[in-house]
């Protein structure tokens, strides 16, 4: 995916994008320039790779690798589910997983893994000794600063509430 503004999107007169005009664009070379400055953004902005420290750690690499496609060389202990493509429904696979990799006495819920997306969250939770005897909250404010009313949002699937 390539970030464009869109005056470079040429559309038809019912406004769709005219898809076959921007691929000859693409590929006689025209959006060169801007593959090159998004890849220099890119590199300037991304996090350095912060290995694993445990096997725990490593289990839950191999499980964001398997889940979002991209190498394991690409993800670090500390990167982000959702940052590294990760949707709504493959936290749900990766719930699944999860539940089946580990043989923990720590329950694992969705709020866990919204509340610290990462292999080395995860991985925390995932050593756990004990049982996880909180009560359990599932509630996840994502955005806990504001001054207009708080936006709750239901999950059909699973029920957990998420808190805008």
């Known amino acids: 995916m390539l970030p464009v503004s869109k005056d470079i999107l040429i559309k038809t007169s019912l406004g769709k994008i005219q898809r076959s005009k921007l691929r ?19 590199k300037e902005y991304t996090p350095p790779i912060v290995p694993a ?16 496609g991209i190498s394991t060389g690409e993800i ?3 990167s982000n589910f959702f940052s590294l493509g990760g949707t709504s429904l ?9 539940k089946g990799q580990f043989d923990t006495k720590r329950n694992f819920s969705l709020v866990d893994l919204l509340r610290d997306p990462t292999p080395r969250g995860i991985a925390h939770l ?3 000794k004990t049982a996880n005897n909180k009560e359990y909250n599932p509630i996840v404010p994502l955005q ?4 207009g009313a708080p936006i709750f ?3 059909p699937g699973v029920g957990e509430v998420l808190v805008l």
């Open 153 to 155: 949002m239901i999950h």
């Open 90 to 98: 493959e936290i749900l696979r990766l719930l699944t997983s999860l």
């Open 53 to 68: 420290e445990n096997g725990y750690e490593e289990k839950i690499i191999n499980l964001f690798s398997k889940i979002t």
């Open 76 to 78: 670090g202990a500390t």
């Open 24 to 42: 000859k664009k693409y590929e006689s070379g025209e959006f060169d320039s801007l593959i090159a400055d998004f890849a220099s953004l890119e």
């Open 144 to 147: 806990k600063k504001g001054v």
């Open 126 to 128: 995932a050593s756990s």
